[in-house]
């Protein structure tokens, strides 16, 4: 590595590690000061009210009671500013508050940071990290195969399905009356692949939550796989990603090498498995290499510049993993975890559960950057 | 063949940004007749009302973060030419951190900031809770704007022309806000724009479906106004999404979607629609410009 790359290097994981540490000495600052001013779940033994409350002998919510508490409370308290009838309606607010009042009602037991309640949140963590690893690897071979598979319609000269049938239109007004039959056949053809185009579309395009909606009303916590076919699938993710390698290699291919390596006798046809076209399957693979055609040097170039936008990927697969665990309300992920304690107020626990996702962009963006910086080395030839 | 039989195949090849455009539109007012037609008033009134809240977070948005991006784009390029090393980092420093913070993140913080104002009685009209919700997504969509206004500044400082310019005696900032963003920019920044309406459309819908599911099921918390998001977390609208499933089973209940269960529907419709015709808008804005 050269001095310069090796210095920018060390300034971006410096920026990172900085960013990384002031935010979590931020975010545990905070989380400290919550946790101290966290309203006590056990009101009633701080409360004055609590006292009259543990009188065994005396019950509130009878009439009788009530009435020899007044009269006991106005004789014993003469002077007292507060009269019996109006401690009385302090205490019926006070039990009722206790009936009601969401802090009273669930999540008490669980109120705050504790041991369990961490090992609880770890557990969530790497789940939501798994799930994170597998939709991104699988969304990114998606938007590459769906890249490809755009780019070579595009070479084959195959536009969108209306503008073909808008041309065989035009066509068939000059045309005698058997090809207009064939066109008309063609037409329908074009028109039912422009409605299953139309469904895929609406699918990629749809946010997560109309999509699983739309199935069924109620997800469980082990509804993994479904999630992440959700993730994959879902909020535009690999539509806006499949475009964005599309353009790429679109980028590339104007480029003046890849008429020099066609003047050289390199493959440049696109036709499906032609002898100089290009094969399904290497479409497909994992590892997609197109040896003797100068697909190969567009995708590897393509590819390289692709793998810098893993960051912007990787922040908006998070979004959307985020909305999907939120949205459908799965109990036990991560994601559910923090709009339940927005809820009963526990912001420590939304700080820490929001420290945790900010660690893991970082470390993207840091595993990205030492990735990036690693291929440019090798294909830019630097040396020390 | 006259000039106007060329007209859809001009829109189709040469200005298919246009056409997405007018897809788009057309395909909201043929919606928006159905449901005139076949949608009880409650709900037609829901549902247009949801529509012109979210249309107007989504344009309050776009002005906000191109303001936003603009300045703060050219802010920094101040900064970097001033050598003001200190102010440039650590408002470089800054982004980035709003950048590590996943959008949704950011915009629930907020909105949980605005369930307090409610509260507290500080946001009290509608259109100020809506400006509220566009302010705060701005926060987290404007740095794209703000990168792009430094890539076309530095793109156009590798070119003589800015030298030349400023030999002539012309004013920096005239160069770099008039010169390269205004007018050879606006392409660029207008595509951008699509992009931020897109996003915050996306953003918008689902915060407001998450906070309307998730927020309100034990709690009674203060009531947003309505956007196409909210609306579609209510029993009903779930109910009618759901019915969409049934269709693929039972033929014969395809009829009914378009009839009994039209407020789910048709605001899943809106959604999506929306974001299939401004990815089309702008990916064709890009190709007839050449961006």
Same mark, same amino acid.
């Given at each position: 590595?050269?001095?310069?790359?090796?210095?920018?290097?060390?300034?971006?994981?410096?920026?990172?590690?900085?960013?990384?540490?002031?935010?979590?000495?931020?975010?545990?600052?905070?989380?400290?000061?919550?946790?101290?001013?966290?309203?006590?779940?056990?009101?009633?033994?701080?409360?004055?009210?609590?006292?009259?409350?543990?009188?065994?002998?005396?019950?509130?919510?009878?009439?009788?009671?009530?009435?020899?508490?007044?009269?006991?409370?106005?004789?014993?308290?003469?002077?007292?500013?507060?009269?019996?009838?109006?401690?009385?309606?302090?205490?019926?607010?006070?039990?009722?508050?206790?009936?009601?009042?969401?802090?009273?009602?669930?999540?008490?037991?669980?109120?705050?940071?504790?041991?369990?309640?961490?090992?609880?949140?770890? *557990?969530? &963590?790497?789940?939501? !990290?798994?799930?994170? =690893? /597998?939709?991104?690897? %699988?969304?990114?071979?998606? +938007?590459?195969?769906?890249?490809?598979?755009?780019?070579?319609?595009?070479?084959?000269?195959?536009?969108?399905?209306?503008?073909?049938?808008?041309?065989?239109?035009?066509?068939?007004?000059?045309?005698?009356?058997?090809?207009?039959?064939?066109?008309?056949?063609?037409?329908?053809?074009?028109?039912?692949?422009?409605?299953?185009?139309?469904?895929?579309?609406?699918?990629?395009?749809?946010?997560?939550?109309?999509?699983?909606?739309?199935?069924?009303?109620?997800?469980?916590? *082990?509804? &993994?796989?479904?999630? !992440?076919?959700?993730? =994959? /699938?879902?909020?535009? %993710?690999?539509?806006?990603? +499949?475009?964005?390698?599309?353009?790429?290699?679109?980028?590339?291919?104007?480029?003046?090498?890849?008429?020099?390596?066609?003047?050289?006798?390199?493959?440049?046809?696109?036709?499906?498995?032609?002898?100089?076209?290009?094969?399904?399957?290497?479409?497909?693979?994992?590892?997609?290499?197109?040896?003797?055609?100068?697909?190969?040097?567009?995708?590897?170039?393509?590819?390289?510049?692709?793998?810098?936008?893993?960051?912007?990927?990787?922040?908006?697969?998070?979004?959307?993993?985020?909305?999907?665990?939120?949205?459908?309300?799965?109990?036990?992920?991560?994601?559910?975890?923090?709009?339940?304690?927005?809820?009963?107020?526990?912001?420590?626990?939304?700080?820490?559960?929001?420290?945790?996702?900010?660690?893991?962009?970082?470390?993207?963006?840091?595993?990205?950057?030492?990735?990036?910086?690693?291929?440019?080395?090798?294909?830019?030839?630097?040396?020390? | 063949?006259?000039?106007?039989?060329?007209?859809?195949?001009?829109?189709?090849?040469?200005?298919?940004?246009?056409?997405?455009?007018?897809?788009?539109?057309?395909?909201?007012?043929?919606?928006?007749?159905?449901?005139?037609?076949?949608?009880?008033?409650?709900?037609?009134?829901?549902?247009?009302?949801?529509?012109?809240?979210?249309?107007?977070?989504?344009?309050?948005?776009?002005?906000?973060?191109?303001?936003?991006?603009?300045?703060?784009?050219?802010?920094?390029?101040?900064?970097?030419?001033?050598?003001?090393?200190?102010?440039?980092?650590?408002?470089?420093?800054?982004?980035?951190?709003?950048?590590?913070?996943?959008?949704?993140?950011?915009?629930?913080?907020?909105?949980?900031?605005?369930?307090?104002?409610?509260?507290?009685?500080?946001?009290?009209?509608?259109?100020?809770?809506?400006?509220?919700?566009?302010?705060?997504?701005?926060?987290?969509?404007?740095?794209?704007?703000?990168?792009?206004?430094?890539?076309?500044?530095?793109?156009?400082?590798?070119?003589?022309?800015?030298?030349?310019?400023?030999?002539?005696?012309?004013?920096?900032?005239?160069?770099?806000?008039?010169?390269?963003?205004?007018?050879?920019?606006?392409?660029?920044?207008?595509?951008?724009?699509?992009?931020?309406?897109?996003?915050?459309?996306?953003?918008?819908?689902?915060?407001?479906?998450?906070?309307?599911?998730?927020?309100?099921?034990?709690?009674?918390?203060?009531?947003?106004?309505?956007?196409?998001?909210?609306?579609?977390?209510?029993?009903?609208?779930?109910?009618?999404?759901?019915?969409?499933?049934?269709?693929?089973?039972?033929?014969?209940?395809?009829?009914?979607?378009?009839?009994?269960?039209?407020?789910?529907?048709?605001?899943?419709?809106?959604?999506?629609?929306?974001?299939?015709?401004?990815?089309?808008?702008?990916?064709?804005?890009?190709?007839?410009?050449?961006?």
């Amino acid at each position: 590595m050269d001095r310069k790359s090796l210095t920018t290097m060390k300034r971006k994981l410096l920026e990172h590690t900085f960013s990384v540490v002031l935010v979590a000495a931020a975010m545990l600052a905070l989380i400290v000061q919550f946790g101290s001013n966290r309203p006590s779940l056990h009101a009633d033994e701080a409360s004055p009210l609590a006292d009259y409350l543990s009188w065994r002998f005396l019950d509130f919510g009878d009439p009788l009671d009530r009435a020899l508490f007044n009269e006991v409370y106005d004789a014993t308290h003469p002077g007292s500013s507060v009269s019996g009838d109006s401690l009385l309606q302090a205490i019926d607010a006070y039990r009722r508050e206790q009936f009601t009042n969401e802090l009273y009602k669930t999540g008490g037991e669980e109120r705050g940071i504790t041991e369990q309640k961490l090992w609880k949140l770890g *557990g969530m &963590y790497v789940q939501f !990290i798994i799930m994170y =690893v /597998v939709v991104m690897m %699988l969304s990114y071979y998606g +938007a590459q195969t769906l890249g490809v598979v755009r780019f070579i319609r595009l070479k084959q000269h195959r536009s969108s399905h209306i503008a073909e049938l808008v041309d065989q239109f035009s066509a068939s007004s000059s045309s005698h009356d058997r090809s207009r039959l064939s066109l008309f056949g063609k037409s329908i053809v074009l028109v039912g692949e422009a409605i299953v185009k139309g469904l895929f579309l609406l699918i990629l395009f749809s946010p997560a939550y109309v999509i699983a909606y739309s199935i069924r009303t109620e997800f469980s916590s *082990g509804s &993994y796989a479904f999630m !992440i076919v959700l993730g =994959v /699938v879902s909020n535009g %993710l690999l539509i806006n990603y +499949a475009n964005r390698f599309y353009t790429l290699l679109v980028a590339e291919s104007r480029k003046g090498y890849v008429e020099t390596a066609t003047v050289k006798n390199l493959h440049a046809a696109y036709a499906w498995d032609a002898a100089d076209g290009i094969r399904r399957s290497a479409v497909l693979r994992l590892r997609k290499q197109f040896f003797g055609h100068v697909f190969h040097h567009i995708y590897i170039n393509a590819h390289i510049q692709f793998q810098r936008t893993l960051k912007e990927h990787a922040s908006f697969l998070i979004t959307g993993l985020i909305i999907i665990e939120m949205a459908l309300n799965i109990q036990g992920h991560l994601s559910y975890e923090m709009l339940k304690n927005i809820l009963y107020r526990q912001y420590d626990v939304v700080l820490l559960i929001i420290l945790g996702i900010f660690v893991l962009v970082k470390l993207t963006d840091i595993a990205v950057d030492v990735w990036t910086e690693r291929v440019a080395r090798r294909y830019e030839n630097v040396s020390l | 063949m006259t000039n106007q039989s060329h007209l859809p195949r001009t829109l189709l090849r040469a200005r298919r940004d246009l056409l997405w455009l007018l897809v788009w539109i057309g395909g909201l007012i043929i919606v928006g007749a159905w449901d005139f037609a076949f949608l009880n008033q409650p709900a037609l009134a829901r549902l247009s009302r949801a529509v012109l809240n979210t249309l107007f977070v989504g344009t309050f948005v776009v002005c906000v973060s191109c303001l936003m991006g603009w300045l703060s784009g050219i802010t920094l390029h101040a900064l970097s030419e001033a050598r003001n090393t200190f102010l440039y980092y650590v408002l470089t420093f800054l982004f980035n951190l709003i950048r590590s913070i996943p959008q949704i993140v950011g915009v629930l913080i907020g909105y949980v900031v605005l369930t307090l104002l409610i509260r507290a009685d500080v946001l009290r009209s509608e259109l100020s809770q809506l400006i509220w919700m566009g302010s705060v997504i701005s926060v987290f969509v404007f740095l794209e704007i703000s990168d792009l206004v430094r890539e076309r500044i530095q793109h156009f400082k590798n070119l003589d022309f800015v030298d030349a310019m400023l030999c002539c005696g012309i004013k920096e900032s005239r160069i770099v806000n008039v010169d390269i963003l205004f007018k050879n920019s606006r392409a660029h920044l207008l595509h951008k724009m699509i992009s931020v309406f897109g996003i915050t459309i996306f953003l918008l819908c689902s915060i407001d479906f998450i906070v309307s599911v998730g927020l309100s099921t034990d709690v009674s918390l203060s009531n947003f106004p309505m956007t196409l998001g909210g609306l579609l977390a209510k029993l009903d609208s779930k109910q009618d999404i759901l019915a969409i499933s049934s269709a693929f089973t039972d033929f014969g209940s395809i009829g009914a979607l378009f009839f009994e269960h039209l407020q789910g529907v048709s605001t899943a419709f809106i959604i999506v629609f929306t974001l299939i015709c401004i990815y089309n808008i702008s990916n064709a804005f890009v190709k007839r410009h050449r961006l």
